[in-house]
């Protein structure tokens, strides 16, 4: 990611994420759950875009707050493709909703998503790519390595020297304990 961080900072939009989110360790759910949904939204799409239209699909996602989007029906979906302010991909949009049901049922069985994910760590990024293809939608291996990357499981999101590489490694993140 040694790019991201020499034309990140700085830079309005990817400037905040950079420095304060990217590689950050994550627990909370409705942020959890938002990158994921994000990375889903990135697909074959610049990242820009995607950081652009984030307010946008935060109100339209109720804050993605899992239990809220799991129980949106064909009314929310038409809602949502009707949504000009977000990324209008029905694939996409019903691969949320469906991970958002997943990510439920990984509640009943783990206690939490970051139980699950603590289950199975530590893996490298190819065995990681086979398990959230075989537990949730729209997998492939730069969704979720960008995803993990993005809340600290996996290393990479920024280059040694880089600052925020600094702050990242005395919170510990998972990837430092592998």
Known sequence: MSGYCDSAPGHPVH?????????????????????????????????????????????????????????????????LM????????????????????????MRRDHGSFTAWLTAHHPRDKAAWVKLFKAHFRFMGGEVVGEFLMSIGVLPGAHRDDCPVSRKIITMAPPWTKA
């Open 15 to 79: 400037g905040p994420y950079h420095d304060h989110e990217y590689g950050f360790p994550v627990t909370d759910e409705a942020v959890l759950f938002e990158r994921l949904c994000l990375e889903v939204f990135q697909a074959g799409l610049s990242w820009l875009i995607v950081l652009k239209k984030r307010p946008a699909l935060f109100r339209a996602f109720d804050g993605f707050e899992v239990d809220k989007v799991a129980a949106y029906g064909p009314v929310e979906i038409e809602r």
């Open 82 to 105: 009707a949504d000009a302010g977000i990324i209008r991909n029905r694939r996409k949009i019903e691969a949320c909703i469906e991970n958002a049901r997943r990510w439920q049922g």
